[in-house]
Antibody
């Protein structure tokens, strides 16, 4: 059974750095697999943020790439997303999701973690 | 890169069909056959229902179907059921400069 679970702070202050961890199980992070992050701000659409593939190659949303860093720890089955300079507009539910390259789609999702940015 | 354009809402009677459009550009929807669709209910994670324009993951009813023409992809839900009420998002591969672009989302209501 494939599962992904996000963890991180529920509240961060403006200008702070957000660190989110995705812990996954039920699949091997090997050839053809990627893990990515997607967020949804209240009342807004889904927005792709970043992904990292099995080989460590990374890709970022052009609009956020200067603020994002994604990394993986295969031994722990974890993917970490770091977002700097948090702003209230970054208040959102953050999801991690598996990307199966053979489908080029987000085929399994975590439950999401809500992050509020407020002083 | 801008989000793909979807109508904000769509509706259909129980048992009828509804079709949702997803308009992109010749750099994403029009160029790649990597359009996926997601069903999203409040408080739950999105669920993949269509990938590679027309393919359904196992377990997704065949009432859900996808298609594409030019820069516009479409999702059709036939035989509408009450449980089909949800938000639906398209997503397209956008190339190396912007791998994934989501649509603006469509709220489907079953009348």
């Amino acid at each position: 059974q494939v599962t992904l679970k996000e963890s991180g702070p529920a509240l961060v202050k403006p200008t702070q750095t957000l660190t989110l961890t995705c812990t996954f199980s039920g699949f091997s992070f090997n050839t053809g697999m990627c893990v990515g992050w997607v967020r949804q701000s209240p009342g807004k659409a889904l927005e792709w943020l970043a992904f990292i593939d099995w080989d460590g190659d990374k890709s970022y949303s052009p609009s956020l790439k200067t603020r994002l860093t994604i990394s993986k720890d295969t031994s722990k089955n974890q993917v970490v997303l770091v977002m700097t300079s948090m702003d209230p507009v970054d208040t959102a539910t953050y999801y991690c999701a598996r990307i199966d390259e053979s489908r080029d789609a987000f085929d399994m999702w975590g439950q999401g973690t809500k992050v509020a940015v407020s002083s | 890169q801008s989000a793909l354009t979807q109508p904000p809402s769509a509706s259909g009677s129980f048992g009828q069909s509804v079709t949702i459009s997803c308009t992109g550009t010749s750099s994403d929807v029009g160029y790649y056959d990597y359009v996926s669709w997601y069903q999203h209910n409040p408080g739950k994670p999105p669920k993949l229902i269509i990938f590679e324009v027309t393919k359904r993951p196992s377990g997704v009813p065949d009432r859900f179907s996808g298609s594409k023409s030019g820069n516009t992809a479409s999702l059709t839900v036939s035989g509408l059921q009450a449980e089909d009420e949800a938000d639906y998002y398209c997503c397209s591969y956008g190339g190396n400069d912007n791998f994934y672009v989501f649509g603006t989302g469509t709220k489907v209501t079953v009348l």
